[in-house]
Every structure is written in structure tokens, then in C-alpha cells.
């Protein structure tokens, strides 16, 4: 841009003359306003010089192409940021590490490597367990919002209903955990039976569980019905397929944990319990970059 100084003809006044002879002052030169509109231009073209080079620098390196490593770590960041990802990704790695553990109980060479993993798995249970700290808040601002509802897309009340009882399920579902949690790792300080809390915790789970899975068959119902854009409506039932096939895995564990004596007389057997754990955090992540790639 210009600098904001004018460019114009001297200001110095002429020379004095006599008192008896008026002498013409002789004609000084100056620019004409043809040479000031081309100085302005010039130094317009000085001024801009850099920013054009800055442009054509930054149109070169967008030609540039980008590894498939920058590709993948800058989606990591993008995608790893907000804490549902995170707790998403931390699930999926518990899973992981269980069939592994799971895998090479008898099939390795070296007897340390199956309870190892195995100890890495209960690890990132209580880390998961540690991230329920912050999830009360959400379900009470889900009863105060309606936002675990329809969101106002659908005309059946029944959505926003469900919506409210999963929300309260879920404010009842918390305390007991964190109770569970306490008396996991500090044992001598609470007196209590984690196992029964926890199954207590189960049961308000469940009601969430199938609480969401009539919500997504209500929604998938209504959006046939109301015959939508295709894209939409392909969109909207991808989502809602994948929710049903998540709560699906989760109900056959919720309700075995649900029992009181779960962790000495459980109702089915860990292969099938954590197999299934392991299913549902696979979809819930296909669910999660599917989303976040558009």
C-alpha cells in the first residue's frame, strides 16, 4: 500500500524582487500531475511486490503434494481433539489389547506377553473409567436441553420421550460408577461393594441402551415415511443402522453385568462378552471417521 505522503510542486517561495522593478519570477519545474499519478502507480507497484511474490510462493506450495503421513497425521489432530474421540479411541485400543491378550494366552513362546497385555487392558479400563469423571454434566444438560432428543427433525413425540428418559438414565448411571470406581482404587478408603454398584450402574445403562435403540428405529420409521432428499435419507439411515448395531453389541454384556455376583457367576463368558465389546468399538470408530470425513 502507499506509505500516505503526498507527492506536489515545492512549497519554497521565489526569490524577492525590487521595489521599482516587478521581475517575473522564473518558472521552477515541477512534476506534472501526469509524472505524480505515474510516481503513486510505481510506488503502488513497489508496495505490492512482496505480496505478490508471497501469493505465487503460496500457490506453489499448494501444488506441492502432501505425504500420505501428512495426510494421516493431520486428520489424527483434527480427529483426535474432541474428548468423545479420544475416549473412542481408547476403547477400541482396551478391546485390541484383550483379544491379543486373549490371543497369545497359549500360542506364545514367552509366558510374560499374554498377562502383560491383559494388565494393559485393565489399565485403560480405569483410565476410561477416570473419563467418566466428566460425563454427569453431559446428561444433565441433555434433561435441561432436550439435545438427546429429535433436535426438532421428527413430529413423533416418542423421540424426544426416550430422549429424556436416556438422559436421566444416564444421570442416575454416574454416581454409581464413580462409587465403583472408588472402591477399585482406593479400597481402604470406601467401605463398599464395588461389583453391586457397578451392576446397579449396568441397569441404568441398559435402560439407555435399548432406550436409544427404539429412538433410532422411531427415526429411521419417520424419515421413510416422510420420504426425504436420497442423499439425506441415505445419510440418516447409515447413522442409525450403525447406532441399532452398536446397541445391539452393548445389550448382552450390559445385561450380564447387570447381575449382582457378575464377576464371580456371570451369565456368559468373558470370549463372548469382550467380543463383543471389541465389535462395537469397531463400528463406533467406522461410525466416528465416517462422520468426520463427511
Known amino acids: 500500500m502507499s506509505s500516505g ?5 515545492s512549497e519554497d517561495e521565489p526569490s524577492g524582487a525590487s521595489d521599482s522593478v516587478d521581475i517575473i519570477p ?54 483426535s481433539g474432541p474428548g468423545i474421540n479420544q475416549d473412542r479411541i481408547l476403547k477400541l485400543a482396551q478391546w485390541l489389547l484383550w483379544f491379543a491378550s486373549h490371543w497369545t494366552k497359549n500360542k506364545s513362546s514367552n509366558p510374560e506377553l499374554s498377562p502383560g497385555l491383559r494388565k494393559m487392558y485393565f489399565d485403560l479400563s480405569m483410565a476410561r473409567y477416570a473419563l467418566r469423571l466428566l460425563g454427569m454434566p453431559t446428561a ?51 467401605k463398599a ?14 435402560v439407555y441402551v435399548v432406550g436409544e435403540m427404539i ?23 447409515s447413522n442409525t443402522d450403525d447406532e441399532v448395531v452398536r446397541d445391539m453389541c452393548f445389550i448382552p454384556p450390559c445385561m450380564n453385568w447387570s447381575l449382582l ?23 463406533c470408530m467406522y461410525q466416528s471417521i465416517r462422520a468426520k470425513m463427511g
Open 5 to 9: 505522503k503526498c507527492h506536489g510542486v
Open 26 to 79: 522564473a518558472l521552477k519545474e515541477t512534476h506534472t500531475w501526469e509524472d505524480d499519478e505515474e510516481s503513486e502507480e510505481s510506488k503502488e507497484m513497489n508496495n505490492h511486490t512482496p505480496n505478490i511474490t508471497v501469493a505465487k510462493n503460496s500457490v506453489l506450495v499448494s501444488k506441492q503434494v502432501v505425504s500420505p503421513l501428512d495426510s494421516f497425521l493431520s486428520f489424527y489432530c483434527d480427529f
Open 140 to 190: 444433565l444438560h441433555a434433561i435441561r436441553s432436550g439435545s438427546w432428543g429429535g433436535g426438532g427433525q421428527f413430529q413423533n413425540k416418542k423421540i424426544d420421550q426416550i430422549g429424556q428418559v436416556m438422559a436421566w438414565s444416564m444421570l442416575f448411571y454416574y454416581p454409581l460408577e464413580y462409587v465403583a470406581y472408588a472402591r477399585w482404587t482406593s479400597p481402604k478408603w470406601i
Open 193 to 206: 461393594d464395588a461389583g453391586k454398584f457397578s451392576a446397579y450402574s449396568c441397569r441404568f445403562w441398559l
Open 215 to 237: 429412538q433410532c428405529i422411531l427415526k429411521m420409521k419417520e424419515l421413510r415415511q416422510q420420504k426425504r432428499l436420497l442423499m439425506l435419507e441415505k445419510e440418516s439411515h
Open 261 to 283: 455376583d457378575w464377576e464371580r457367576k456371570p451369565w456368559l463368558k468373558e470370549p463372548l462378552v469382550n467380543g463383543l465389546m471389541l465389535t462395537e468399538s469397531i463400528v
